[in-house]
């Protein structure tokens, strides 16, 4: 087994806490709000944030960061810390100006995305409002876990999603028996979130400061770092803003099938359907995506070729050693499962059904999604951007003309089975090129 490999197990493990903590929480999200309005607006507004947050927090930004702040830290640990500096107070500028840009013309766009009522595209705006906040907190988090993980350290870094879900359920358990208008909960249940984020954030500058790796933040943006980190995130980002886009088209599908079938919560069901797809994917892909890029890196500063071979088949052959079976069991046992977990309150056997066949069509890649991340994550450690960036551009063209072409017979599925189909057209142009 691969050293990443092995690191990843022990990672895989706070991972796997995290999401058992997530099915909880799903579990009484299911519960307290069901598949209706408010349901629905809560899901688009908190995938808007997590959109950036995917692209920024949990890919591109880190990934482009990683390797840059290895190279300082071979000239020395003080100008490690003075190039993670200036990023960041550069990062912040940016996404200042981002949340500016959200609240100024949010009113105009959102309900565009969404259509349906004037209610409910009002209160998307309005928790949009709230919840965007994540993307500060996430990707200045993001800087800090980066200087960790690199250090390989990777269990204070693993307990940022488990801040997250205690703070929800810490509102849902304490908070929501003393609320009961479902409107009131869902605005207690933003703020929560975004104090969750806070806390998320101030662990992660804690945990690198104990370990004297602060950053020594400094306006000098035209540090070379800069440029180089922006350099690799442009194609980056562009491929990775392939795949949000392709989110963001769902969510305008799934609205628009929602519209023309008032009751069927399909917003709903797909967002809960693809959580539980993460939960596999998040505890292996992740994980082993999280750890192989130091491993990488590590073994390309010696110049170790073999190492890099035996790093990489290794994480791979690992990965579908646990994606293969859990695909398998979630696609044939999916009606059960959002039985188990969901089942309750406002949440009925007609909202697991309409969940059911948009999970297994999301089952079938949940290898592809594992490894996807596992090889764009090979592609970042060799500071090659651009390959990932042309597959992933036609991977939504893919996604997109499937779309088009099933939503008319199997409506809200057709976006959960487009998505599988485009992963699998992903892993197989990341294996060829």
Known sequence: MSNAASRSIALSFYTFLSRILGLLRDHFM??????????????????????????????????????????????????AKIMSGAVLSFLFFILSILVGIVFLFSPFFLPILVGGTKEYSNLVIELTYILFFLIVTASLSAIFMAISNS??????????????????LFVFICLFPFVDDLHDRVIVLCFAIITGGFLQLAVQIWYVW????????????????????????????????FYQLSLLVDIFLANWVQNQNPGLGAVVSLDYSQRLVQLPTGII????????????????????????HQELAGALEFALFLTVPAALGMAFLAGPILDS???????????THTATQPLVFYSIAIPFFSINKILISSYYAFQDTKTPLR??????????????????????????????ISAIFTFLLLGIF
Not at 287 to 298: G, H, S
Request: hydrophobic residues 45%.
């Open 341 to 351: 977990i969901y089942f309750g309150g406002k949440w009925d056997h007609i909202a």
């Open 30 to 79: 299911a519960v307290s709000f069901g598949t209706g309005m408010v349901a629905s607006a809560f899901s688009v507004a908190y995938r808007l944030p997590n959109m950036f947050r995917n692209l920024l927090a949990e890919g591109t930004l880190s990934q482009s960061f990683l390797p840059l702040y290895a190279e300082s830290g071979k000239i020395s640990e003080e100008e």
């Open 151 to 168: 250090k390989n350290r990777f269990f204070v870094p693993s307990l940022s999603p488990i801040i997250l879900n205690l703070c929800y």
């Open 285 to 308: 892909g992740v994980a082993l995506a999280t750890t192989i890029l130091p491993a990488l890196l590590q073994s390309l500063k010696k110049e170790e070729w073999s190492s890099i």
């Open 391 to 420: 597959i992933q551009s036609i991977s939504f063209t893919i996604n997109i003309i499937l779309n088009l072409s099933l939503i008319w017979f199997l409506k809200h599925s057709a976006i959960a089975l487009s998505s599988a």
């Open 210 to 241: 104990k370990n004297k790796d602060m950053p020594k933040i400094n306006w000098n943006w035209k540090h070379p770092s800069i440029r180089k980190i922006f350099k690799l995130m442009l194609p980056a980002a562009l491929g990775g803003g």
